[in-house]
């Protein structure tokens, strides 16, 4: 199971962009994450009329390291770190280190 996946709100914790938060768009792979508005460039794109796309300078989201990013725990207004736990129908759920709390509702 993973510990940050897609649509969960997480804080960057460290690197250039420290302290912003943002929703999890995708994953890229097991170790890299697309969070909106963290980790911006600006690409410099050339025109395609075959796609209708314009040329130009565009922001665009890159990856970030799954290390430098922890998820956002609205109970306390603070970044937490992620732990597991199985309940006892066998379901494993995620849950908040600081204070136990699942993380999916």
């Known amino acids: ?3 940050i996946k897609k649509g969960d709100e997480v804080v960057v914790i460290s690197g250039r ?3 912003k938060r943002g929703a999890v768009l995708r994953r ?3 170790e890299h994450v697309v969070v909106e508005g ?3 460039v600006k690409k410099h794109q050339r025109p395609n009329p075959m796609k209708n796309v314009t040329g130009g300078i565009v ?3 890159m990856p970030i390291h799954v290390s ?3 998820l956002f725990n ?3 207004q603070k970044a937490d770190r992620v732990g ?3 309940l006892s129908d066998g379901r494993k759920v995620r849950v908040f280190r600081s204070n136990g709390e699942q993380v999916d509702a």
Do not use: E
Request: hydrophobic content about 35%; glycine content about 4%.
């Open 74 to 76: 609205p109970a306390t």
């Open 28 to 30: 890229v792979d097991d």
């Open 17 to 19: 962009d420290k302290g």
């Open 59 to 61: 922001d665009k989201d």
């Open 38 to 40: 963290v980790n911006r």
């Open 84 to 86: 597991f736990k199985l």
């Open 68 to 70: 430098n990013i922890a």
């Open 1 to 3: 199971m993973q510990r």
